[in-house]
């Protein structure tokens, strides 16, 4: 049984995953195994895989159940006490996976570590650092686009980090879950995180930890998709795990919010097929929302913390 399973989502990964999976093979911590889990992928990185990876296990699914499905399904058969979910888009320093690990053995509080994620094609720019969450449910990356000067070299508490080049604690996915799939892509690392604060689990950046993702060459062939899943996973996030007593307190700031953004695609940018999706996904998500407040009930019944505890960390890069 490894130490750590780590687990790679791909798509039409045939041109990416040879970058990602040589960096693996450098890394300084040698305890894992490998899961990739294709999603219906129509290149030939399943022929790549076989001719060039056999070390790596590959679950092939029929059909795109986007970066949720996809990373649940190699979760679900990992053996590791740690479990590493990667995109295929990213290299990784080779001491990534040893000082995430470390981190987690040293912070039995935490149950996930992120690294520093910097920018494939502009290596001194951040990627990001971690997730912010704000009273309004708006979800930031921190970080992001900034030039690093060394600034962000310390260890630190974030609210969440992105499922992009992390790790986690197995035992907390037992406690609380996988990855909520009716997200399919984007905001489902962000729900995660929301639920781990909720059960009492805290979340590390670890800047010794370093990767380089090369951001959005998965989605980015997928035109509008990123806009109507935003919009639409927006929308369930927010109803899904913000506490009533702060949508309460800030009901007016984030219906502000909601109406202005909602305005704004409108009357300012109607002429766009951008408009188009985002209109979509907001219906989308609104028409969830039954379904969600009936998720609600199963997250609450997991939570030890108090709601003031989690305002605390909200509008804060650093916690």
């Known amino acids: 049984m490894p130490a750590v399973s780590v687990v790679i989502p791909s798509l039409d990964g045939e041109k990416l995953l040879p970058v990602v999976l040589e960096s693996l093979s450098l890394q300084t911590f040698r305890d894992f195994d490998i899961i990739v889990v294709d999603n219906a992928s129509k290149d030939g990185s399943l022929e790549l895989l076989k001719s060039r990876y056999s070390v790596v296990q590959v679950i092939a699914l029929q059909r795109n159940l986007g970066f949720a499905g996809a990373v649940n399904r190699g979760i679900e058969i990992s053996t590791g006490e740690f479990v590493s979910v990667l995109n295929n888009d990213i290299e990784l320093d080779p001491r990534w996976l040893e000082e995430l690990r470390t981190a987690l053995i040293e912070h039995p509080e935490a149950g996930a570590a992120g690294p520093k994620m910097m920018m494939y094609f502009e290596r001194n720019r951040i990627n990001i650092l971690g997730l912010r969450l704000n009273r309004t449910g708006e979800v930031e990356l921190i970080g992001a686009g900034e030039y690093d000067h060394g600034q962000y070299d310390q260890m630190r508490h974030v609210f969440g980090v992105s499922a992009g080049a992390a790790l986690y604690r197995r035992k907390m996915f037992d406690e609380i ?63 899904k795990n913000m506490q009533a007593e702060t949508v309460e307190k800030h009901f007016l700031t984030i219906f502000r919010r909601e109406v202005g953004l909602l305005l704004k695609r409108i009357f300012l940018n109607f002429y766009k097929l951008r408009t188009f999706y985002y209109l979509k996904g907001t219906v989308s998500g609104l028409m969830h929302i039954p379904g969600i407040l009936q998720q609600r009930k199963k997250i609450r019944a997991l939570q030890r913390v108090t709601a003031e505890y989690i305002e605390s960390i909200m509008d804060r890069d650093f916690v």
């Open 177 to 239: 879950g996988l990855f909520d799939e009716q997200f399919f892509a984007n905001y489902e690392d962000a729900d995660i995180a929301f639920r781990a604060q909720l059960a009492g689990y805290k979340a590390l950046y670890v800047p010794a930890a370093v990767a380089y993702h090369m951001v959005g060459s998965t989605i980015r062939r997928r035109k509008y998709l990123s806009t109507y899943l935003n919009n639409r996973n927006r929308i369930i996030f927010l109803w």
